[in-house]
């Protein structure tokens, strides 16, 4: 008897099961299904009746999006649904396990994550956004979740929580950190009595779920693609994570959208386990497609463990080359990925994103006039961070729209986590003059190539400490906490003055459009509470300004958070108060309304949010400028520290600098919403 052929062969559902009784390796039979999009409950009651025919099923698992997208009040139809599932109202009939799709994750159901670990009610698990887990039956199942662009992916600071849609470098390697360690490490699932951890000592891993393909599953294939869109696709990232863990079964979800169904025929690993690796990517549940025939969903197999007495299975007389071993793809993924490369500005890439990010130290804004870089003596200085999409804050000129400028070197993003990166373009240096509309990748200059720029030299020159690069000097601005200074100790690890910015360009936040607005709103304001609870851990109040001024100048939306000592946060309000009246700056007494008046771009406001949490909104007037120093200037006087108004005075060194966003980014972890 040839035990694994058995145990690891698919059994289409709609095909006579013909599961052979196992003796020794108790197969597991699972039943995986498409994305759901928020029909649980038709989807519960689909899987019951599959149950009741051809079960019985161990383990359901559910690939793509589950949760379908984010309904606003009103329109909550869905909505109601994954509240009756975490409530319990929703029963699902075998233990399954969901993860996260295309769609960032309703906030409720991360709420309910955080707290149990991944439980969201019960027999209904919710996978991490990368990591794997050891069933009780002994798989290892690994699970990455997000959709794939390569901006992101490059230039992110820290793994994308489910707040977001995307996944990034850092998720990647979580789970290739994950898979290799033991699953007891990890605090999640061990309160499940379902799962099991087991040490183990390789990557390998038995079935892996993840929304977006592998880049190079799609080459060495006879198999036809139900769209021929679907071979370009894939995002190159996962090609490694498959070649490390190198999965007996793995599916995905989004195969086109609406998603198609794909099988691809097996393929072998060198190596003397021969490892076979099955892919399909299944149509979805839910979100009937308009037109066209609904595409397959649900695929049911049989897997069993492997254990040291499993007999190697023949191999399929399908199986093609492995597409991720041959060399022909190698070459074709790196052409892709330089292709992304050309094409890294922001807009141009991705209009529906939806993140935040938070920015310690610093702050936006434009020089004073008569300012000159130290470093180039230009007048132009740009901001350049992360992949956010900036504008020039040049005082001379129009103002260009600069798009946002992402290392080439994309594994080493210029970026970290705590780094406000402004950067001085450099002019023309005697090279060849670039075409129009040409930005250096390295300084972001109009007038010079890449090759031509003595920051990019600088950098080259500096590896391999690959580091390096990410610390430009701020020249605009610093934080007003000093945190290096003899005579004051900053409560906040750091300092702890932030910035927390939109990572799409709005001017500010009353002009991002009302479709996406949601959730970047909600994302800014789960960054506000998070840090208004880190701050108290260190006896520290929050006070948040934005300057959401529209003006020709351009801007790009952000808010600052500030921490003040305990003891001054009731004198806030009256310091705004005291000092806006000697600046012509009133506050209106009804907050609420006069933001709302400004919305859309209707007008020009300075808003506060009090350590309370109440609102002060001030309304710009056409024809009185409005400094926006002043929020600053107010919070100086309040801490009694006059010389901090100066920004320069509050330069530090790169390496103070350093130091100091790491021991903030090391202490606000734990509050932070995106992990
Ligand atoms: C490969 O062969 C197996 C076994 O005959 C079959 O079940 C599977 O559908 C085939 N795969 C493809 C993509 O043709
Ligand atoms: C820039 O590159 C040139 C040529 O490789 C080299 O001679 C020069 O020293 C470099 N400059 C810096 C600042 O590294």
């Not at 076979?276 to 066209?292: C, D, K, M, Q, Y």
């Not at 999409?389 to 994309?410: M, N, Q, W």
């Not at 450099?426 to 990748?441: E, F, M």
Request: charged share 25%.
């Amino acid at each position: 008897m040839n035990a694994l052929a058995a145990a690891a062969s698919l059994v289409p559902i709609n095909d006579k099961l013909q599961l052979s009784s196992m003796s020794s390796t108790n197969p597991v039979k699972i039943l995986t299904v498409g994305s759901a999009v928020g029909s649980i409950r038709e989807l519960f009651a689909k899987v019951k009746a599959i149950d009741a025919k051809h079960g019985k099923f161990d383990l359901l698992l559910c690939t793509g999006d589950f949760f379908g997208p984010i309904q606003t009040p009103g329109e909550n139809a869905i909505d109601d649904e994954v509240s009756q599932l975490l409530l319990g109202h929703i029963e699902a009939p075998i233990e399954c396990y969901v993860m996260q799709g295309d769609q960032p994750l309703p906030e409720k159901v991360v709420e309910k994550f955080a707290k149990t670990g991944g439980e969201l009610c019960k027999n209904v698990f919710l996978m991490s956004k990368s990591g794997t887990i050891t069933t009780a039956h002994g798989l290892r199942i690994a699970c990455l979740g997000g959709t794939y662009e390569p901006t992101i992916y490059s230039s992110s600071e820290a793994a994308p929580g489910f707040l977001s849609p995307f996944f990034a470098r850092q998720t990647i390697e979580r789970l290739l950190a994950n898979s290799l360690t033991k699953a007891s490490s990890k605090k999640s699932y061990t309160s499940l009595a379902a799962i099991q951890s087991t040490a183990t000592d390789s990557q390998v891993i038995d079935i892996f779920l993840s929304n977006v393909w592998p880049a190079s599953i799609t080459q060495q294939t006879t198999a036809p693609l139900p769209d021929p869109q679907l071979s370009s696709l894939g995002a190159p990232p996962l090609d490694e994570a498959v070649t490390k863990t190198r999965p007996r079964y793995h599916f995905a979800a989004a195969g086109g959208s609406p998603p198609k169904f794909w099988e691809r025929e097996p393929f072998v690993w060198e190596g003397e386990d021969a490892r076979i690796t099955r892919f399909v990517s299944l149509g979805a549940f839910g979100n009937e497609p308009a037109t066209g025939k609904k595409q397959r969903w649900f695929y049911a197999f049989t897997i069993s463990p492997i254990t040291p007495t499993t007999v190697l299975a023949p191999k399929p007389a399908n199986a093609t080359r492995n597409p991720f071993t041959s060399g022909v793809r190698r070459n074709l993924g790196k052409r892709q990925l330089d292709d992304t490369a050309e094409n890294f500005i922001w807009g141009a890439v991705n209009q529906g994103n939806k993140r935040t990010k938070v920015i310690p130290q610093g702050e936006l804004g434009k020089p004073p006039p008569g300012y000159k870089c130290r470093r180039c003596e230009s007048t132009d200085v740009r901001n350049i961070y992360g992949s956010a999409s900036v504008r020039s804050f040049s005082e001379a000129g129009p103002i260009s729209t600069l798009p946002a400028i992402v290392p080439k070197d994309k594994r080493h993003p210029k970026v970290t986590f705590a780094k406000y990166a402004i950067r001085d373009a450099v002019g023309d240096t005697g090279g060849k003059k670039p075409k129009p509309g040409y930005n250096c990748r390295a300084c972001g200059s109009e007038n010079h190539y890449l090759e031509d720029c003595p920051q990019a030299n600088q950098s080259r020159s500096s590896r391999p400490e690959r580091g390096s690069r990410r610390g430009p000097p701020k020249e605009i601005s610093s934080q007003i906490i000093p945190t290096h200074q003899d005579d004051y100790t900053a409560q906040v690890p750091g300092g702890g003055h932030l910035l927390i910015v939109p990572i799409t360009h709005y001017p500010t936040f009353s002009t991002i459009p009302s479709d996406i607005a949601k959730p970047i709103i909600d994302e800014t304001e789960s960054y506000k509470t998070a840090l208004r609870s880190m701050y108290e851990k260190f006896g520290a109040a929050a006070v948040v300004f934005e300057v959401g001024r529209l003006s020709a100048k351009g801007g790009h939306a952000h808010v600052q958070v500030v921490p003040i000592p305990l003891k001054l946060k009731d004198r806030v309000e009256e310091t705004f108060i005291k000092e806006g009246t000697q600046m012509g700056i009133d506050f209106e007494s009804d907050p609420d309304a006069a933001l709302e008046a400004c919305q859309g771009g209707r007008g020009s406001y300075f808003r506060v949010d009090l350590p309370d949490g109440r609102k002060m909104v001030h309304v710009m007037k056409d024809h009185i400028p409005f400094s926006i120093q002043f929020g600053r200037q107010v919070l100086v006087s309040l801490l009694d520290m006059p010389d901090r108004f100066d920004w320069k005075a509050c330069m530090l060194s790169e390496e103070d600098d350093r130091a100091d966003a790491q021991a903030f980014k090391t202490a606000f972890a734990p509050f932070d919403p995106s992990l």
